[in-house]
């Protein structure tokens, strides 16, 4: 079973609020259809966990909500869930014009954070819907915070999540750069602690209310599963069981 994350990035314009790269979640959408039309026992299992780009993160940043500020306000709610919402339809309307059984799962209605900030997120129905053979769909997305209101959950928070929760055989992340990169722009074939890549790890340069390349990392190393990060190019070779990019051990 593989969770994907679809980088928000990688399919919109990041620096235009709520603009859409339409040409990379094209290809996107092509890499996954041929994945899936390759698998012939129909065994590959697949859950699609996308981020924000320019939609999502603009409205919460306006709003100044973040993983842990929390607003109290149903219409600062309503911005961020209903931009995420926006994305998400045209990311599974993509999926949809390649006769791929993709429906949505919204956090908001799923998932909620104890007073601690800790994450829970029930995955009966995305269980469920793997087992009918569908492709779950989520995103990023505000959800109830006890004593903060609601705050934010990053696409890479609930890939994590969910990988565990599961038991992903492979998680992928879908990043605007082919992989981690060193001082010289190389990629980082591997990476088994974080100290391998601290010096190089910074932070993400566009509006982005959930970390950068560093805070990925630091999630993907906690995980049991082996867990690549590519660009789009990677994409297709990682969905038919290579290991583009750099991988987290
Ligand atoms: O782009 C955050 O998801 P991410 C979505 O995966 C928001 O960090 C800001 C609602």
């Keep these: ?5 679809l980088g928000g990035s990688v399919i919109t314009e990041k620096d235009r609020a709520e603009t859409l790269d339409g040409d990379a979640l094209e290809r996107a959408a092509d890499a996954i259809e041929t994945a899936l039309a390759d698998d012939e026992d129909e065994d590959e299992r697949l859950v699609i966990v996308h981020g924000g780009g ?15 500020e929390g607003t109290h306000e149903a219409g600062a709610v309503m911005d961020i869930h209903g931009a995420m919402g926006t994305l998400n339809r045209f990311v599974l309307g993509r999926l949809h014009e390649r006769d791929l059984e993709a429906v949505p799962v919204h956090p908001l209605s799923t998932a909620s954070r104890d007073d601690d900030g800790d994450l ?6 995305v269980r469920t819907l793997l087992g009918e053979g569908f492709v779950p769909v989520l995103h ?9 209101g609601a705050t934010i959950v990053s696409g890479d928070e609930l890939v994590v999540d969910l990988a565990r929760q599961l038991g992903a055989d492979r998680i992928g992340l879908c990043s605007t750069v082919p992989g981690v990169l060193d001082g010289n722009d190389e990629v980082i074939d591997e990476i088994v602690a974080f100290e391998d ?15 950068g390349m560093a805070a990925k990392v630091r999630a993907l190393l906690e995980l ?4 690549s ?3 789009l190019e990677g994409l297709e070779p990682f969905l038919a069981g290579e290991n583009p990019g750099t991988t987290i051990e």
């Design 120 to 125: 829970d997120l029930p995955t009966t129905q």
């Design 140 to 148: 990023g997305d505000v959800i109830a915070h006890a004593g903060t």
């Design 197 to 211: 890549a601290a010096d190089v790890l910074g932070e993400s340069d566009a509006t982005d209310v959930t970390g």
């Design 224 to 227: 049991e599963a082996e867990a």
């Design 229 to 231: 990060i590519f660009g």
């Design 54 to 68: 320019s939609f999502g993160h603009h409205n919460a940043s306006e709003h100044g909500v973040t993983t842990t």
């Design 1 to 5: 079973m593989i969770v994907l994350k």
